[in-house]
């Protein structure tokens, strides 16, 4: 499994745009990259997935260079409900059934 | 609907115990995986099943145990409990394996193991 290097923390201000870079240099042909969000005391939650070049949903936005060892998720217009820790995972998801490979995520903290 | 619902919330052990915990997925979901996660780091997947069938295993002991039911909702034991199993544990489901487009993991809001 492709190891994945993120920032430990972030700070930011509401209103802003928060890009959490990942670097994931041995990554598989197969793997796809995935980020995942929680907060304190819940579970983890899926927020996009992509493979290459750009993905868009309503929460945020990946972007992925054509090396593709590292991506971007980029989330748009911070509040202090989006204090959490972000992980990056890179896995093949059908080889891999579903087993998810967590890393230490950063920590990204909104101040008002 | 309901989401991936765990049980207990809390839970506090004394060292030498057994506990049992317990993990509903979401309706249709046929897969369900079990994480440990220690305060400060990111989760650690322990077991996954799928069909009632044993999927994949984490490197853990063999203290940790786990199984499927014909209803899919999963059990996750652990034996001889130490001060190193306190943690969140977190179970996640799935609806299946093999596509991408299935593979977003839901979990719950995992059960608070404290071992004294």
């Known amino acids: 499994l492709a190891k994945t290097t993120q920032p430990i923390s972030m700070d930011s201000y509401e209103g802003q745009e928060v890009n959490i870079t990942c670097s994931h240099n041995?990554?598989?042909?197969?793997?796809?990259i995935t980020w995942y969000q929680q907060f304190p005391s819940q579970g983890p939650r899926f927020i996009i997935q992509?493979?290459?070049t750009k993905v868009t949903n309503e929460v945020a936005s990946l972007f992925i260079p054509a090396d593709r060892k590292s991506s971007t998720l980029s989330l748009p217009r911070v509040s202090l409900s989006d204090t959490a820790v972000y992980y990056c995972?890179?896995?093949?998801?059908?080889?891999?059934?579903?087993?998810?490979?967590f890393g230490g995520g950063t920590r990204v903290l909104v101040k008002p | 609907d309901a989401g991936v619902t765990q049980s207990p919330t809390h839970l506090i052990k004394t060292r030498g115990q057994h506990v049992t915990l317990r993990c509903s997925p979401i309706?249709?979901?046929?897969?369900v995986s079990w994480y440990q996660q220690v305060l400060g780091q990111g989760p650690q997947f322990i077991f996954q099943?799928?069909?009632?069938?044993?999927?994949g295993r984490g490197n853990f002991p063999d203290r940790f145990s786990a199984r499927q039911f014909p209803n899919y909702s999963s059990e996750l034991n652990v034996n001889a409990l130490l001060l190193g199993d306190s943690a969140l544990y977190l179970c996640?489901?799935?609806?299946?394996?093999?596509?991408?487009?299935?593979?977003?993991?839901?979990f719950g809001q995992g059960t608070r193991l404290t071992v004294v």
């Open positions: 996640a489901s799935s609806w299946t394996l093999g596509q991408v487009s299935n593979t977003e993991a839901f």
């Open positions: 041995n990554i598989a042909t197969n793997d796809y």
């Open positions: 992509g493979y290459k």
């Open positions: 995972l890179v896995g093949d998801p059908p080889a891999a059934g579903n087993k998810l490979t």
């Open positions: 309706s249709g979901h046929k897969s």
């Open positions: 099943y799928y069909e009632k069938e044993e999927r």
